[in-house]
T-cell receptor, first 116, second 111 residues
Framework: DTGVSQNPRHKITKRGQNVTFRCDPI?????LYWYRQTLGQGPEFLTY????????KSRLLSDRFSAERPKGSFSTLEIQRTEQGDSAMYLC??????????????FGNGTRLTVT | GEDVEQSLFLSVREGDSSVINCTYTDSSSTYLYWYKQEPGAGLQLLTYIFSNMDMKQDQRLTVLLNKKDKHLSLRIADTQTGDSAIYFC???????????FGAGTRLFVKA
């Protein structure tokens, strides 16, 4: 178990640019989640995948945000035309949902995005 | 809607017990969690409790659940300076796919 891995750790971009983040979940986990955390707040749910299917998206996820999980393994989160309000820590988590029950979320160390 | 509330700060002396409290609104939550976050890092799962339990103990950690009052607490015995961090209470929503987090309690441990 190598844990959830996120890249890059930090991203600084100019307003209006596109950015893409990657998440590699724990290999046997079938669920993958994206959360956003701003300073002084807890993580806020953005979206989640069961295998390769994106099953739920938060209202926080505007049309500029898109997430994919091809082949049900790693996932990418893309933000187009970034705005200063997008500056936050983007956290990825994974869990196992199956006949044995549900495992808690296991988080990566996050990607900190700064939009200048 | 679904909400999780926590006090924002707690300061204790090294060696004392810390108690962090949390209230939530979704009475159908099945799993309730405590996570720890250190600066610049992701969230680390500390412990969790299923809704049909009242208490769970794990070494220095004790979780108490009062379902009637929708109140969850985390007690850390013999608090150490290394316990200084932000502690998040979280609950699994009724639909079973979204974990909802509080804003976190910052624990300061004075030597």
């Amino acid at each position: 178990d190598t844990g959830v891995s996120q890249n890059p750790r930090h991203k600084i971009t100019k307003r209006g640019q596109n950015v893409t983040f990657r998440c590699d979940p724990i290999s046997e986990h079938n669920r993958l989640y994206w959360y956003r955390q701003t300073l002084g707040q807890g993580p806020e749910f953005l979206t989640y995948f069961q295998n390769e299917a994106q099953l739920e998206k938060s209202r926080l996820l505007s049309d500029r945000f898109s997430a994919e999980r091809p082949k049900g393994s790693f996932s990418t989160l893309e933000i187009q035309r970034t705005e200063q309000g997008d500056s936050a820590m983007y956290l990825c988590a994974s869990s196992l949902e199956g006949g044995q029950g549900r495992s808690p979320l296991h988080f990566g160390n996050g990607t900190r995005l700064t939009v200048t | 809607g679904e909400d999780v509330e926590q006090s924002l700060f707690l300061s204790v002396r090294e060696g004392d017990s810390s108690v962090i409290n949390c209230t939530y609104t979704d009475s159908s939550s099945t799993y309730l969690y405590w996570y720890k976050q250190e600066p610049g890092a992701g969230l680390q799962l500390l412990t969790y409790i299923f809704s049909n339990m009242d208490m769970k103990q794990d070494q220095r950690l004790t979780v108490l659940l009062n379902k009637k009052d929708k109140h969850l607490s985390l007690r850390i015995a013999d608090t150490q300076t290394g316990d200084s961090a932000i502690y998040f209470c979280a609950v699994l929503n009724t639909g079973g796919f979204k974990t909802i987090f509080g804003a976190g309690t910052r624990l300061f441990v004075k030597a």
